[in-house]
């Protein structure tokens, strides 16, 4: 049997996505399906005075109309619950259908069902909401500002929590001997996620047994079946069953428990019937977490020799106006332990502050907190390379983790595993030609014209969420383990239920290449399910780059434990011992007899057919496990953007793009390349084009994509990849995780890049996105 | 995303296409539907009645004669930017409609639905008023013809009346020794222009005998720069940034990605480089 692990093996999931025969929630009828349409705040903070919902009422065809009333008189929790807990968080409530108070644009204030989602739209344009406008802050500085209009009353200052991590007195004593400072004052810009597929949900309620079927766009069946049941629907949690169809991009947006399902699920248990509701792409853009959004002081402190003394960082982080499921973990957890970046850093002090504003909540998307950190520290390593001449290759060696130095503990919690940082910068370094590239910009600058800018961002992330004892250390009261059920049926072909849920990723594919590794079997012999709370075994759900390091993982260890039950019942059928029976290429074979050996396929069968197993030996042939990692992985690497800057109109076109990570062992080497283009083109998206922007008033007015560019095809170019290797040392697979990479690095790469293009001009930087008009504005200043 | 109730009536011909328009108050025509659906599905736009044209086959095609090309309104900006006649006629309209949105909204958008929907960052208008082109109109009353640069009123408005049909434009072919060119500063989220310059010069015997220059999306209609100045002139950088720098607009608009004042300085400098580019194409 040839290796199918790292191999390029296609995607089983394509050939129905390409054909169109994929079925996404918005694909599914039900009979007798109801539509609803959500009627929403047109303020972004405002009393409700009252609501006449007669005129809707009115119209033939409209089957119910809800209101916050109607969620207290069903005698259910009816709220949204925050999952990620923080010492002192405030954690105001948030009800699924606003009673007396909207907090932003698009806050649900009722809903409709009627017979059809065109009739649903109409009515719900006829529900009479009586407002009274309030003063609102969008602006995460604003809002902790003296007198600023206050988002919860139970949160003063509007002030979500306090946060630290590190020491702060070393930090002091660092930049007060230093040979070399630099400070920045910049924004992390506020992100749509912007999944090609809306949020949907249909629920089917059926009051003859009271259960509940609920398919909706999920990375995490599970996790919504808990919240949903727990805090927002009241009912039984084995009463509901949550299926995630074919689910189109999520990026973080999906993790979520969002008012609009259990409002769907409220309409469908009213109404004994199914209801269907799709976010149009208003509503997603107006209620989908956004993502980033950090006011951030930071500085970095160096000696004479260009070696980092300390580092500080004082963030305020938008919670928006509720606090979303994860949201409170991502500024914090993912992100302050993360300033460490590849460096030897021995005084660190990151300071958090956590603010509700009267927009979209803010939570997880694609890097969720890694990237803003990243951005942080790859900012200051470019300044720091000038400051101290030593320019942005050098200064970044100098400081690397020594490659003998690991498990290398960081000042801020985490404990790197394993690295080395060198080799991925010298390779991209190769692959840039930069020394020649250097000599390109020496001569742009004497001619004048359009300037080139060379770019650097050696990132870490930390993933596969998430070691139950390394968050727990830190107050999460939640940590993250993931499930696997394998079945090998009597034939030796193999199911296997798994907790992670694909919406994109290719698990079924890589999953099965992992199973047929370890099994030495054909990947087309394995099929994968997920994304089903009946079918499968409770599960966390995909996220944070998980799957493949505590999904697969999980994987592993049930197969782990079906060989050694196969090799008992080897050992049965052999007149053998088990001790000495060897799993190989998909047989069971008695050591040093090589004639004496049954196959995969005799085992299981015999594994089902048994009627005379000694009392020891139970029947079957599967395995379920729950794999909690020993800490996460770490994968890094260098990414190196070259930039052409049009000083005369400020735009900014991509000329190079090589990144050289190391997600430690590869799976399916192309899936992995997929997920770096998808990554880098969401932050290169965010460094040149995405930006959410609430005016004064707290209108969304980047809310379509006329106004908020989702970078396309012809915005971006032939990436050029490579990689080191460094296997995680502390998962069974080897592999770190690679979904969110792209994300992380891109953003200071694309940055520095510009940066380092327009240093004749004395800019050091310029707040994200850098938009033409920015950049002109920078170099005419 | 779902439109308000309207009824949809299919026009068989041009002279039906009129009738319909008199007897449905407030009905509004679709060709490709590529600006109307959109309001629609916002309810920015709610008409009663939407007629489609998107048939009518007299109204489609490109043809030159008498040193003059003729587009047919419902001809798509696809036909238009592949079009031989325009290739050997006037090529800066084929390279405007090559610019407008991706494959897919060139194949359905016309030209007609197009200039009709007046959008202040559509490629076709400036290039349209450069050329010194005519839009024809039809009505139950008969036929006129409008100059391009008096079509154009305001944003999102035109002069073509409430009973009327825009049939063709008629724009003359360039003549041996003139160059044009069209480029675009394109936004990145609506790929629409936040600034399109166009421009032509005729060149003989080494020296500059006309020269025109138009540049869209700096403000509702297009703005016609006076580039007399290089009459005369062998068409330098320095004298082509002079007359470039002439572009003036006195309420230029402005969004949360270009600012007014930040439009009319790349409207100069995409006009420089679009005046630049006709005079190597002469």
Known sequence: MARVLGTSIKRREDPALITGRGKYTDDLKAEGMAHAAIVRSPYAHARIRGIDTSGAEALPGVLAVLTARDVAAAGIPGVVPVGWLLPDLKTPAHPMIAADTVRHVGDAVAVVVAEDRYLARDAADRVAVDYEPLDAVADVVAALEDGAPAVHEEAPGNVAFDWEIGEREPVDTAFASAAHTVELDLRNNRLIPHAIEPRAVLASFDSSTGEMTIHMTSQNPHVHRLLMTLASLGMPEHKVRIVAPEVGGGFGSKIHHYADEAIVGLCSMKLDRPVKWTATRTETNLTDAHGRDHSTRCALALDADGRITGLRVDTAAAMGAYLSTFAPAVPTYLYGTLMSGQYDIPAIHCHVTGVFTHTAPVDAYRGAGRPEATYVVERLMHLAGEATGLGPVEVRRRNFVSPDAFPYQTQVALAYDSGNYGPAMDRALEMIGYDDLRSQQASRRDNGGKQIGIGFSSYIEACGLAPSAVVGSLGAQAGQWESADVRVHPTASVTVYTGSSSHGQGHETTFSQIVADKLGIDPEAVEVIHGDTDLVQFGMGTYGSRSAAVGGSAIVKSVEKIIEKGKKIAAHLLEASAEDLEYEDGSFRVAGSPDRALALGDVALQAYLAHNYPDDLEPGLSATSFYDPANFTYPFGTHVCVVEVDTETGSIDLLRYAAVDDVGNVINPMIVDGQLHGGLAQGIGQALWENAVYDESGQLVSGSLMDYAVPKIHNLIPFELDRTTTPCPHNPLGVKGVGEAGAIASPAAVVNAVVDALAPYGISHIDMPLTPEKVWRAVNA | ?282
């Open chain 2, 1 to 282: 995303m779902y439109p308000a109730q309207f009824d949809y009536r299919r026009a068989g011909s041009v002279d039906e296409a009129l009738s319909l328009l008199q007897e449905n108050e407030d009905a509004k025509l679709m060709a490709g539907g590529h600006s109307l659906i959109p309001m629609m599905k916002l309810r920015l736009a709610q008409p009663p009645v939407v007629i489609d044209i998107g048939r009518l086959d007299e109204l489609k095609g490109i043809s030159e004669a008498n040193g003059s090309v003729r587009v047919g309104s419902l001809t798509t900006h696809a036909d238009i930017a592949a079009s031989d006649v325009l290739a050997a006629h006037c090529p800066v309209l084929a390279e405007a409609a090559g610019h407008i949105g991706d494959a897919q909204v060139r194949n359905r958008g016309t030209i007609g639905g197009n200039i009709a929907h007046a959008d202040p960052g559509s490629d076709i208008p400036p290039v349209l008023v450069l050329l010194g082109a005519s839009v024809h109109l039809q009505s139950p009353s008969g036929t006129r013809s409008v100059a391009a640069g008096d079509f154009f009123q305001d944003l999102l408005m035109t002069d073509v009346g409430e009973d009327e049909i825009l049939t063709h434009v008629e724009a003359p072919a360039l003549g041996a020794g003139t160059g044009a060119a069209y480029l675009k500063f394109e936004h990145p989220a609506s790929g629409y222009a936040v600034v399109g310059a166009a421009a032509a010069v005729t060149v003989q015997g080494g020296r500059c005998t006309g020269a025109g220059l138009v540049v869209g999306g700096v403000s509702a209609t297009p703005t016609t720069v006076d580039v007399s100045s290089l009459v005369g002139t062998d068409l330098s950088d320095d004298a082509i940034a002079a007359a470039a720098s002439g572009l003036d607009a006195e309420d230029p608009i402005g969004d949360i990605f270009a600012s007014g004042d930040y439009r009319v300085h790349v409207g100069k400098v995409y006009g420089k480089r679009a005046l630049a580019a006709a005079r190597d194409r002469a």
